[in-house]
């Protein structure tokens, strides 16, 4: 990004009308497209780059949360779904619609570069061209792959052959460049019980590092077009469970409840709220867990004191979890409108467990703080390392501890509240580092601001009046949607902001549904990171990140 590019360093973030939107657009807008959540404009494909720097420049829309792309009958569409970092709920659509038969349209890369990734992928699946992309090719399948997977015409039955120059040295014949000191590195494919399978394809300039590609793509799991496939009221709910399958079952589930009681009107009772809520925080801090002990072994090795420590902790929540869901994974806990059950019986047991768990915590966070925050040999590693700016943050569309390691305050249970958040007093952690110990603290942070959410829900829960613990709202049998209605809606996930697109045609399955990953997008801001840095400093900044591939496939 040009410095002339570069967002204003303060924009002011009152709340935008649809018609100032419209005044400040003019002639640009060809129609109106709005979604249930945000005005929506439709625009021409050769002007997306001048709408989209009105928009952030002038109207302070700094955050592209998400791109979806489609394809119709009679055209193909991308959406920017943008907010602002200062108030997620002022929301707006910008729709892009290409003929079918020339479906190319103007790049937003260079307003947002989250939008890389972003339009890589629809061009990947859909078919979609961005002109003007800097590196416009296939992100999740090889490059030698015929057709696009969600595109209308596409034959899942077509053999499909990768030959293995796909796999070939992009430097020449020899690793190393006999004029200089330029090497081409392998980092992986990384074992699936790191943080998932992913290869980095890193440039050295001597021992420093020049350049970072994330090759990803190799675990993609379709769990859009699963649930693309699913109903609404039944079949969906169990598979966000498996997004990022190892820490944030309920956050998950949290995200496809709130998109889909949005999209059908549907009220969930408080008492369910405030499980729901506890439940979500005990999921966070299992997360966190597990990021913490994953981060010590990527930096220093240790696995006998930090791993197992953080192990023993993650292992207490999830044992209230599977006290509560029945599940020690894939909990499959929420429902549209509530929870599946209540609290478990006898109640008085279930919350002496909760507590004994915070007691302890207070102590456990002490002891990782001796061990990791205080360690020597992880504050070298880690400290003025994989550094990420607050506006590279924001341009690049980073969420969660990413986020709030650079100074950027931003968590969608305070700024755009759901749930119970907005009725319990906590925090929102922010470290101004930027680095890669600076993701730690903040991670650390948040399981205290977590446990304060959780005894406070435990509060409320053992005096809620018995014949008023309603878990689930009356939901209706078959949930169908006014045809082409549009919404985007997100949770603030373990790592960031996840978020969910849906579209529906009047039937009980969606039309499509689209996953906004956390893990992608901050997965992105590496090469920021990690470009003038050492190996050790690289390995350091991607586990900072606490992606998982699981995730970022999807």
Same mark, same amino acid.
């Given at each position: ?35 249930l ?10 002007e ?14 700094? !955050? ?24 997620? &709920? ?11 038969d020339?479906?190319v ?12 990734w ?29 057709? !696009? ?32 000191? &330029? ?23 001597g ?12 675990? !993609? ?6 649930c ?45 709220q ?13 997360? !966190? ?14 696995? &006998? ?11 207490k ?17 929420f ?5 599946? #059950? ?12 909760v ?13 990782y ?9 992880l ?20 969420t ?18 759901y ?6 007093? #906590? ?36 005096? #809620? ?90």
């Open positions: 990004m040009s410095l002339e590019e570069s967002p204003p360093d303060t924009v002011e973030s009152e709340p935008t009308t649809a018609e100032e939107i419209a005044d400040l657009l003019g002639d640009a807008v060809l129609d109106r497209d709005d979604h959540n945000a005005p929506g404009f439709v625009i021409r494909p050769d997306v780059q001048d709408v989209l720097f009105r928009l952030r420049d002038e109207a302070g829309y700094d !955050h592209l949360s998400c791109v979806t792309a489609q394809e119709y009958e009679d055209r193909y569409e991308s959406i920017y779904h943008l907010k602002k970092y200062d108030d997620p &709920t002022d929301e707006v659509s910008v729709v892009v619609p290409t003929p079918t020339d479906p349209s103007q790049s937003a890369e260079p307003v947002y570069r989250t939008a890389d972003h339009e890589r992928e629809a061009y990947d699946l859909v078919g979609i061209e961005y002109d003007d992309h800097p590196d416009l090719r296939r992100i999740l399948l090889p490059e030698t792959w015929q057709g !696009h997977p969600l595109g209308r015409d596409y034959d899942q039955d077509r053999p499909q052959i990768v030959p293995l120059r796909e796999h070939a040295n992009p430097l020449e014949e020899d690793h190393k460049n006999d004029d200089g000191d &330029t090497m081409f590195l392998n980092i992986g494919p990384h074992h699936p019980a790191t943080h998932g399978v992913l290869h980095l394809k890193t440039v050295l300039d021992e420093q590092v020049v350049d970072v590609e994330s090759d990803i793509g190799y675990l !993609h799991r379709c769990e859009e077009q699963i693309q496939q699913g109903t609404y009221r039944y079949q969906i709910m169990p598979y966000p469970d498996r997004w990022d399958y190892i820490s944030a079952g309920l956050l998950n589930e949290w995200a496809y409840a709130r998109v889909a009681e949005d999209l059908a009107d549907i009220e969930v009772p408080e008492y369910a405030v499980i729901r809520t506890m439940g979500a925080e005990l999921c966070r801090i299992a997360a !966190h867990m597990l990021a913490v002990g994953t981060f010590a072994l990527d930096v220093y090795g240790d696995f &006998t004191a930090i791993f197992m420590y953080s192990v023993r902790d993650r292992e929540a999830q044992k209230i979890l599977e006290e509560l869901t029945g599940q020690r994974l894939m909990f499959n806990y429902r549209l409108g509530g929870v599946v #059950w209540d609290l478990p019986e006898p109640r008085e047991d279930f919350f002496e467990l507590r004994d768990f915070l007691d302890d915590l207070p102590e456990a966070l002490e002891e703080h001796d061990m990791i925050s205080a360690n020597e040999i504050q070298v590693r880690t400290v003025d390392t994989g550094v990420l700016p607050p506006e590279v943050a924001k341009s690049y569309g980073a969660g501890p990413v986020a709030r390691g650079s100074g950027v305050d931003y968590d969608l249970r305070r700024d755009d509240p749930g119970y958040y907005d009725e319990l007093d #906590w925090d929102v952690v922010t470290e101004d580092g930027c680095d890669n110990y600076s993701r730690l603290l903040v991670r650390l942070r948040e399981v205290e601001e977590s446990a304060k959410i959780i005894e406070q829900c435990v509060d409320l829960l053992e005096d #809620w009046p018995e014949d008023e613990r309603t878990i689930q709202s009356n939901v209706p049998r078959t949930i169908r949607p006014d045809d082409d209605t549009e919404i985007y809606r997100a949770v603030e996930g373990a790592k960031g902001e996840l978020g969910i697109y849906v579209r529906s045609d009047g039937t009980e399955k969606p039309a499509r549904f689209k996953i906004r990953s956390p893990c992608f997008s901050n997965l992105q801001t590496l090469p920021e990171m990690s470009n003038g840095e050492y190996i050790p400093d690289l390995i350091a900044a991607l586990g900072s990140l606490d992606i998982v591939l699981g995730e970022v496939d999807r």
